[in-house]
């Protein structure tokens, strides 16, 4: 199917993009891509200029929570080629979020032709090298405005997109969460929606109050198995260079595709790989007995992250500044984005 986009333009931008100060998540593009699902179709597919939103106060998503997001990244290589990563699997992953929701799924032709307009009509905000990125934030939500414990009938695309830098300034610390906890089996952790980031924002206070960024979730049932910090998913290191990670088969886990991407690039150096369960008290032992010599986490926003301190149950568990492991799967996946590590078919969307 061709979609017909008509483009209403935007004032330019007025000032320059401050690319060594800039904020994560704090300067937006000047259009959004805009799609409508209503009557059983998608319809009134638009771009246009970044604005706020007329929403009723009855709108569905305020009130059940059906509303989930994605984010990718968009980059420019030193000889000027700009193109977004992992376009599809981002598409896949929506439409998995989509379908736990009882969300209509998006086309990949719509997503794809929508975003593919939006990042050639905002070519000043692809950055100069590959230190920064171009965030691309999906969103989409339930727009009924009437109350009642159902699927809506009616729902909103928003693509729109934000230059940015590093998520994190430098490593950080992890508070292990033993009080709450962020997804059970049978539960919404596989789908990237907006209730399960709200309901870590309190276990992000209580991880301030202890020194640390982030918090590391347990499982439900046993408060022993590592699950993933708040922003990313979790790598761990033994002393032989065996790449630990939880499994995501229980369902409680989001499946990274940065995640994904690093257990790519290590199987290609021949680091060992385990994904399994992984005892909260095997990573605090294995720091204390040096087993276990790095951990780090990843993600989209925040790419390779190490870790530098666990706070568990009132102690503190200090890794080694030199993360080996973490520094080398970095160094490939930035040699990826500027080709020069072969990657997988589509993994590279060219603009």
Avoid at 36 to 42: A, T
Avoid at 63 to 82: C, I, N, S, V, W
Avoid at 114 to 132: G, K, S, W, Y
Avoid at 179 to 184: F, L
């Amino acid at each position: 199917m061709l979609w017909n986009i008509p483009i209403q333009p935007a004032p330019p931008r007025s000032e320059p993009i401050a690319w060594e100060s800039l904020p994560f998540g704090r300067v937006f593009s000047q259009h959004m891509a805009v799609a409508e699902y209503k009557e059983g179709s998608w319809q009134q597919v638009r771009i246009e200029p970044f604005h706020p939103l007329p929403l009723s106060p009855g709108t569905s998503a305020l009130h059940y929570g059906q509303a989930l997001f994605e984010g990718l990244k968009a980059y420019q290589r030193p000889d000027g080629t700009r193109f977004a990563f992992r376009v599809e699997d981002h598409w896949k992953r929506l439409n998995h979020s989509a379908e736990r929701l009882v969300m209509p799924p998006v086309p990949y032709a719509l997503f794809a032709e929508l975003l593919h307009r939006l990042l050639t009509i905002e070519t000043d905000l692809f950055p100069p090298t590959l230190n920064h990125a171009l965030y691309i934030r999906p969103v989409y939500f339930a727009i009924d405005p009437w109350l009642g414990v159902r699927p809506s009938e009616s729902y909103l695309l928003l693509i729109y997109l934000t230059p940015v830098g590093p998520y994190y300034s430098g490593p950080v610390n992890a508070y292990v969460e033993t009080e709450m906890t962020r997804a059970a089996v049978g539960g919404t952790g596989t789908a990237k929606m907006a209730g399960n980031y709200a309901a870590a924002l309190l276990s992000g206070k209580k991880a301030q109050a202890h020194g640390c960024q982030v918090s590391l979730w347990l499982d439900a049932i046993h408060r022993e198995y590592i699950e993933e910090f708040s922003t990313m998913n979790a790598f761990f290191v033994h002393r032989n260079h065996t790449l630990l990670t939880p499994s995501l088969q229980r369902g409680t886990i989001l499946a990274g595709i940065t995640r994904d991407t690093l257990l790519y690039l290590a199987r290609k150096r021949g680091i060992a790989i385990e994904e399994r369960d992984i005892s909260i008290h095997e990573i605090t032992e294995g720091i204390a007995h040096g087993e276990i010599i790095e951990v780090f986490g990843s993600g989209t926003a925040a790419t390779v992250m190490p870790i530098q301190q666990i706070y568990y149950q009132g102690k503190s568990w200090e890794l080694p500044p030199t993360q080996e492991i973490a520094h080398a799967l970095l160094q490939d996946y930035k040699a990826l984005l500027r080709g020069e590590i072969l990657a997988p078919e589509n993994w590279i969307w060219k603009i």
